[in-house]
């Protein structure tokens, strides 16, 4: 019987992360790769990531990114060693603990080009 425990819940976030991290990189290759088609096309695009939402989601790209490569060690650990499967959940609020720090750090950080922009 599915109880949507730590294991699976670190699944989805595992791959949600990673097709978030995915979506942000296939919108960057585009972004850089706008400027064949001249530089005010290019500008225009950059001024829409100063847009609220496009600020907003740069803590949520950074929070996903450290959750999925410190999501992955635990996994690698969990595989490669006897007895990560036995830590498996402690690991994994580990990594939670992790992501939520990070992304605080993040929004500290990013605060003034959160609410000014650049």
Not at 35 to 61: K, S
Not at 91 to 97: F, H, K, P
Not at 104 to 110: F, K
């Amino acid at each position: 019987m599915y109880r949507g425990r730590e294991g699976q819940w670190a699944f989805l976030l595992h791959r949600l992360s990673g097709l978030a991290i995915l979506a942000y990189l296939m919108l960057h290759v585009f972004s850089i790769g706008s400027f064949i088609f001249g530089e005010r096309f290019y500008m225009a695009i950059h001024e829409t990531y100063d847009l609220w939402p496009f600020r907003i989601g740069l803590l949520f790209v950074t929070a996903g990114v450290v959750y999925h490569a410190f999501n992955g060690l635990r996994i690698i650990v969990m595989d490669f060693t006897g007895f990560g499967v036995a830590y498996q959940r402690q690991m994994w609020y580990g990594v939670l603990a992790i992501s939520v720090l990070s992304f605080i750090g993040a929004a500290w950080t990013l605060y003034p080009r959160l609410v000014g922009g650049y």
